[in-house]
């Protein structure tokens, strides 16, 4: 997994852009930028953590999401919004943490630009979930998250132009939309690194 991300040091003009993209505008870019962790607790069987949002929030609530939001005027790089995110939001200190690297980059349709950083996190960790944003804290093993097969993919047209919607379903949870689509670029990246 480790050669799938894109390095730190690279940084993210390398990096690719997908997901929502209006008609008429070109290439427009969204006008917000956000960061979310990908925290992987570093064990013998790796396990990815989620946070499912809490149900009152006024955007996607109830979803399965990543830590993360919107980048604040002091956060000096996408890696200090992550990091910030995954503590306020579910107290995981920076110094249990070491990021390793980007995914692609993901435009919403709430008009932001996601970057995706993917997280080393060493067990164990007393998680605190911060109940105006986050209803409930888990984790799923890597093993699931990587199996393609567990996938289901839906074709969707949104301004006639046709999208993949994602979806992993485990145990009692539904990972789609960005989430889901994070996750199928992790794929996709650690299949195109072992061809």
């Known amino acids: 997994m480790l050669g799938a991300v894109s390095p ?10 997908s997901g929502y993209r209006p008609t008429g505008g070109g290439l427009s870019r969204p006008r ?20 499912r949002r809490a149900e009152h ?28 995110e995954a503590y306020e939001e579910i107290g995981l200190p920076p110094e249990v943490t070491k990021p390793i ?21 060493k067990p164990p960790v007393q998680w605190v979930a911060d ?23 839906r ?3 949104r301004d006639g132009i046709e999208h993949t919607i994602w979806s992993l379903s485990w145990n009692n949870y539904t990972i789609w939309g960005v989430t889901a689509a994070i996750l199928m670029n992790l794929i996709l990246r650690i299949q195109s690194f072992h061809d």
Request: proline letters at 7%; aromatic letters at 6%; a negative charge.
């Open 155 to 157: 074709q969707v047209d």
């Open 101 to 121: 690297g980007f995914l692609d980059r993901m435009d919403t349709i709430s008009d932001y630009r996601v970057l995706p950083v993917v997280a080393l996190v």
């Open 57 to 84: 929030l006024p955007q996607h609530p109830g979803q399965v999401s990543f830590p993360g939001g919107a980048a604040e005027q002091q956060d000096e790089s996408a890696v200090q919004t992550a990091l910030r």
């Open 131 to 153: 109940s105006r944003e986050v209803a409930e804290i888990f984790s799923v093993p890597l093993s699931v998250v990587l199996d393609k097969d567990l996938y289901n993919g």
């Open 32 to 51: 917000r930028t956000a960061a979310v962790l990908v925290p992987v607790l570093d064990m013998t069987e790796p396990e990815i953590v989620f946070t």
């Open 8 to 17: 730190l040091e690279s940084g993210v003009s390398g990096l690719q852009i």
